[in-house]
């Protein structure tokens, strides 16, 4: 803790990743791990108790002047959606997402995206989506998603948003295509299992879709 930073508890809800809370108090993911003795940073229980290293200069207000800005860089796109302003309804995607993930596959595939983001989809906001990888983005009702215009690399940064792909470089991929829901730490996805660094190559027909408030 560097010399005039102050701590401060927080008492995690449903919904909350690690990631959006460092987002949002303008702190890292490594160093809430850290002062809390979180030994796994996707796994963190509603009702604990974080203890938040701020400085004068970080702000308790998930909006402010720097909406949508980490680290300097605009990472919401079009939409103006950041990861310190990502809606309830996405926070508790992403979390849905995630804990849909590690009752499945873990960190290892097992060939059922669709079911993954479908399952974590029903279970955070009560809605049923059939399909496979390349189809849920036609099955997503438009009165509860929109598609946005980003690039992967920004969706990555900002949770509880659906990616789909058209095609794959797998086999099954070329066919089924693929989805995940993103975690909002950079680079992780979850479906049936979580995606630890989650990119285009070799996959195409990419788009983006946001749950509606």
């Given at each position: ?11 995690i ?13 303008g ?17 963190i ?35 103006g959606?950041?990861p ?59 009165d509860?998603?929109?598609q ?26 070329r066919?089924y ?10 680079h ?11 990119t ?12 509606i408030?």
């Amino acid at each position: 803790m560097s010399q005039g930073a102050t701590m401060s508890n927080y008492r995690i809800r449903p919904g909350d990743t690690l990631s959006g809370l460092a987002a949002r108090f303008g702190t890292t993911v490594e160093k809430l791990a850290r002062d809390n003795n979180i030994s796994n940073p996707d796994l963190i229980y509603s009702g604990n108790n974080l203890s938040i290293g701020h400085s004068t200069r970080d702000t308790f207000d998930a909006g402010g002047n720097n909406q949508g800005v980490r680290g300097g860089n605009d990472v919401g796109g079009p939409t103006g959606v950041g990861p310190s302003n990502a809606s309830n309804k996405m926070q508790r995607l992403a979390e849905a997402a995630r804990a849909a993930a590690m009752g499945m596959g873990g960190y290892n595939s097992q060939g059922l995206c669709a079911t993954g983001v479908s399952r974590a989809i029903s279970n955070a906001l009560g809605i049923g989506v059939s399909g496979n990888g390349n189809q849920i983005d036609n099955n997503l009702p438009r009165d509860k998603f929109k598609q946005v215009d980003m690039t992967l690399e920004e969706a990555l940064k900002i949770p509880g948003l659906v990616l789909t792909w058209e095609s794959t470089s797998s086999n099954l991929g070329r066919i089924y295509g693929h989805t995940a829901v993103t975690l909002g730490d950079g680079h992780s996805s979850a479906s049936d299992f979580i995606e630890r660094n989650t990119t285009n190559g070799g996959r195409t027909g990419f788009k983006v879709f946001m749950p509606i408030e």
